[in-house]
């Protein structure tokens, strides 16, 4: 029961995370294209601010209940005489998992936080160029989600 509810976590975090960037970059950026310089990027920021916290709940519950799961295989597996060797699919997965939290990182801790002082600067050039670099990486750090869940879905294994 514990690992099916972990595992739950994990999915949904990951909904949460992917279906946010994939509505950011589709449906969002692309309406308030329209909008004037100044209230556009008010209003990404305000956005982002807030899909931002919401990431970095979801990327730390991603890697908590990832380790754990695996943990709790590779005890079973050794608890019963064998010796557990993580299928490649799942450290690829780990391995993608782990670089687009530093991906995500970045973008938070240092990408946004200079779109933020170019906004409340009211310079709209700079804030424009360090949104468009958010863009840049969120569009890398969708790609890497939609990698890990082709190879989640297709239990891809070589």
């Given at each position: 029961m514990l690992y099916a509810t972990l595992k739950t976590l994990h999915v949904l975090s990951i909904i949460v995370w992917i279906g946010g960037m994939v509505f950011a970059h589709f449906f969002l950026r692309p309406a308030v294209a329209q909008?004037?310089?100044?209230?556009?990027?008010?209003?990404?920021?305000?956005?982002?601010?807030?899909?931002?916290?919401?990431v970095l709940a979801a990327s730390l519950l991603t890697l908590a209940t990832g380790v754990w799961m695996l943990g709790r295989v590779a005890k079973q597996?050794?608890?019963?005489?064998?010796?557990?060797?993580?299928?490649?699919?799942?450290?690829?997965?780990?391995?993608?998992?782990?670089?687009?939290?530093a991906i995500f990182v970045y973008i938070r801790f240092a990408l946004y936080k200079k779109f933020g002082r170019a906004?409340?600067?009211s310079e709209w050039g700079a804030g424009g160029a360090a949104l468009a670099q958010i863009r840049t990486w969120v569009s890398i750090n969708l790609g890497l989600g939609v990698l890990v869940l082709l190879i989640t879905l297709l239990r891809w294994s070589a």
């Open positions: 909008l004037e310089v100044a209230v556009r990027l008010r209003l990404m920021l305000d956005v982002l601010g807030r899909f931002f916290r919401a597996v050794v608890q019963s005489g064998g010796s557990f060797e993580m299928p490649l699919a799942w450290t690829v997965m780990a391995a993608l998992g782990v670089a687009m939290v906004v409340a600067a």
